[in-house]
């Protein structure tokens, strides 16, 4: 079987969309079956299911393809790891992209390393059981994007109403950015709600701002009265002030909550405001220096600033509803993707991870240390799981990475070990021939057992 592969990456705005992709392969002769891998935010799987879909029923015989969402136990307001991986209002949530992609008749894993059998067995003969084929992960919601600098109150020159003299949570008006156009846009609803029912996004030019924007059918959408010249000029004025603070600040989300006032000239106001910032602006060119300044670091998480600080990406997640939920088992995976789904996999095993945790494409020795160092922050940590496919990342390095934090650190907990890819087997035999409680798999289930078994028996 030839493999082939297109990438897409994890950007906010790919240049690539994941359908031209899905059609470059579905395209080529010498492509037998594909794995598509997706994750939290934006509309491209749900694009790419559309496509599928079309696809199986104009072809006799369509190629088996496989699929996968990560993020489905993402943190509710996180980034997890990529620019792009977070749900902004109006975009399907990960179980509505697991559920479409499954009815355009994909078959659905919950971890890349499952992709090989399945898409064998596809080739071979009928649908494959027993790799939970089809069944989305439980307990998966729509996941918004936390931005690390935010701000809870409108900008300057934007019309504020106090909020607890009227009742109602207000309308949603928002400007954020539309993946599927490459443009950006405002969204509204009527109401407060944010799902895809509710929400109409209206695109406009960046370079001409709410001057090219019909402000009476967004005032329609609002649920507002487009005839009133009062409610038409009011709302004009806070779209263009939004517009205006998104492209001046380098936003990617201004999410406000809107109330009509009920005195004589009916004016609208920001009632609520939660806006996020580009910090890549900030840190690549020393831009919007302000704006940075706002970050409060005395509420974040000690943990995930010091993470921050070494280039890594670490996300403390929460534990269950119930007293057997407790998250206890630390993550150390290089790759957002693979780090998402990671947490997933373990999820649908029966376990619970402590964190989500990116030591990055080109972890050293010293990163992984660090990272050790991190993640044992949290007195939940029973076990830790590390979970490495090596590319730029070598075995090897990351094996001396371990055996360096358990020297230098003095662990007590024991730590599962996977390691795929460049120099795995040189990594493998340095984990066996160390001598400490290190448990090495090649095979991800294996290893995901041995890691929930470990974290409950040390309960």
């Not at 071979?124 to 701000?151: N, V």
């Not at 000029?233 to 205006?244: D, K």
């Not at 998104?246 to 009632?271: D, M, P, Q, W």
Request: aromatic share 4%; net charge negative.
């Amino acid at each position: 079987m030839f493999q082939a592969w297109a990438s897409v990456g994890g950007d906010i705005l790919p240049g690539t969309s994941l359908r031209d992709g899905l059609q470059v392969l579905i395209e080529d002769p010498d492509t037998d079956a594909i794995a598509l891998v997706g994750e939290l935010g934006g509309e491209a799987e749900i694009e790419a299911a559309d496509c599928i879909k079309a696809y199986r029923a104009r072809t006799e015989k369509p190629k088996p393809i496989s699929a996968i969402i990560g993020g489905m136990k993402a943190v509710p307001g996180r980034i997890m790891g990529h620019a792009g991986a977070f749900t902004l209002p109006g975009e399907p949530s990960t179980d509505d992209k697991t559920k479409a992609l499954q009815a355009a008749g994909c078959a659905i894993v919950n971890h890349p390393s499952r992709f090989g059998p399945v898409l064998k067995a596809m080739l071979d003969g009928p649908m494959p059981s027993g790799y939970d084929i089809g069944s989305p992960l439980p307990g998966a919601s729509s996941q918004r994007r936390g931005i690390h600098t935010t701000i809870r109150r409108p900008g300057p020159g934007l019309p504020i109403i106090d909020s607890t003299l009227l009742p109602g949570e207000g309308r949603l008006l928002a400007v954020t950015l539309n993946r599927s156009t490459r443009s950006p846009c405002v969204i509204a609803s009527p109401s407060a709600e944010s799902s895809v029912e509710k929400v109409k996004k209206f695109d406009y030019d960046y370079e001409t701002g709410a001057e090219g924007l019909d402000i009476s059918a967004i005032a329609s959408q609002l649920g507002l009265d487009g005839s009133n010249n009062d409610v038409i000029s009011s709302l004009r004025i806070v779209v263009r002030g939004l517009t205006t603070l998104f492209a001046k600040k380098e936003a990617y989300l201004l999410e406000t909550r809107i109330i009509v006032s009920e005195n004589a000239t009916r004016g609208i106001g920001i009632a609520s405001a939660r806006f996020g910032f580009d910090d890549a602006a900030h840190r690549s060119g020393n831009r919007q220096a302000d704006i940075q300044a706002l970050r409060d670091k005395s509420v974040e998480d000690a943990a995930e600033l010091e993470a921050e600080k070494h280039g890594i990406v670490y996300v403390k997640l929460p534990n269950g509803e119930g007293e057997e939920e407790i998250a206890n088992i630390g993550t150390l995976v290089n790759g957002a993707g693979l780090a998402m789904n990671t947490v997933d996999a373990l999820a649908n095993a029966g376990g619970r991870a402590a964190n989500f945790l990116d030591t990055g494409g080109k972890a050293t020795s010293e990163t992984v240390k660090k990272s050790f160092e991190i993640i044992l922050k949290d007195s939940r940590v029973k076990c830790i799981f590390v979970n490495i496919f090596g590319g730029l990342t070598l075995g090897d390095m990351i094996a001396r990475g371990i055996i360096l934090a358990f020297r230098d650190l003095h662990m007590s907990v024991p730590v599962v070990v996977r390691i795929r890819g460049t120099n795995e087997k040189e990594g493998q035999q340095i984990i066996a021939e160390s001598g400490l409680p290190l448990f090495a798999f090649d095979d991800f289930d294996e290893a995901a057992n041995k890691a929930i078994e470990l974290s409950n028996a040390t309960n």
